[in-house]
T-cell receptor, first 114, second 115 residues
């Protein structure tokens, strides 16, 4: 079975540019999570979708961040404009939360904003 | 909200046993997960506890005491490949979770296995 698929794996861009991260969850999972991981703060939940609907976006740092899930098989996380402090590893994870299943993580996107 | 504490770093010897502790405070506990994360890779699921007691899975075991807000991950017969970060994550379905089952991760314990 294919796991959670994220793209790109690496992204290096200059501050002020728009960044779009993509995620394809595991088929059949009804919940999708976007996380940001840094050495200082660990794994932080940015936003959580259930059945394509955003349930909790309290972790989204500010208006520069936005996320969408137009259908059950695709989600995007957008940063516009990007800043150097956004540099981190961004993980997407999916699960079937109704059954109490663990989250399955994608390989992450290593984002560097210069 | 939730408060999850685990040691930042630990070192253990190949072949030995190591115990990684996790304490938490939450209003509506609904399960605790342990994940392993090798450097540069994604977290992968290790174990899940929702009732008190010990869950054993090969060389890895996880223990939970809900009354004490405490869990540990026990790794036996340590191998060099066990060098990784171990993340404790708590699921909360209480009032402060916004009405859904929210999972919060600890900062992780970086385990170094030495020869």
């Amino acid at each position: 079975d294919a796991g959670v698929i994220q793209s790109p794996r690496h992204e290096v861009t200059e501050m002020g540019q728009e960044v779009t991260l993509r995620c394809k969850p595991i088929s059949g999972h009804n919940s999708l999570f976007w996380y940001r991981q840094t050495m200082m703060r660990g794994l932080e939940l940015l936003i959580y979708f259930n059945n394509n609907v955003p349930i909790d976006d309290s972790g989204m740092p500010e208006d520069r961040f936005s996320a969408k899930m137009p259908n059950a098989s695709f989600s995007t996380l957008k940063i516009q404009p990007s800043e150097p402090r956004d540099s981190a590893v961004y993980f997407c994870a999916s699960s079937n939360i109704d059954l109490g299943q663990p989250q399955h993580f994608g390989d992450g996107t290593r984002l560097s904003i210069l | 909200g939730q408060n999850i504490d685990q040691p930042t770093e630990m070192t253990a010897t190949e072949g030995a046993i190591v115990q990684i502790n996790c304490t938490y405070q939450t209003s509506g506990f609904n399960g605790l997960f342990w994940y392993q994360q090798h450097a540069g890779e994604a977290p992968t699921f290790l174990s899940y506890n929702v009732l008190d007691g010990l869950e054993e899975k090969g060389r890895f075991s996880s223990f939970l005491s809900r009354s004490k807000g405490y869990s540990y991950l026990l790794l036996k017969e340590l191998q060099m490949k066990d060098s990784a970060s171990y993340l404790c994550a708590v699921r909360d379905s209480g009032e402060n979770s916004g009405g859904y089952q929210k999972v919060t991760f600890g900062i992780g314990t970086k385990l170094q296995v030495i020869p």
